[in-house]
């Protein structure tokens, strides 16, 4: 994988970066490539989040309202 170098880099530059990657739970690294790519109109590298939870039924406002009457939240 190609990489490089910023020589140069503004101190207030650097520590806002290095900010927003800890706010993110990235390193600087990741940060500058996420930057990059919403900056380049990439998509973003998929999540490593789970599934979302997939139920036994479905929610719909039907069952819903059954619920509220019977007095569940």
């Known amino acids: 994988m190609p990489g490089f170098v910023i020589k140069d880099l503004p101190d207030e530059l650097h520590r806002?970066?290095?900010?927003?990657a800890a706010r993110h739970h990235r390193s600087m690294t990741r940060e500058v490539l996420a930057v990059l790519e919403q900056a380049?109109?990439?998509?973003?590298?998929?999540?490593?989040?789970?599934?979302?939870f997939r139920g036994r039924f479905a929610?719909?406002?039907?069952?819903?309202?059954?619920?509220r009457r019977e007095g569940r939240e």
């Open 59 to 67: 929610l719909t406002g039907k069952f819903l309202d059954k619920a």
């Open 40 to 52: 380049l109109g990439a998509q973003a590298p998929p999540s490593k989040a789970p599934p979302p």
């Open 16 to 20: 806002k970066l290095k900010e927003q």
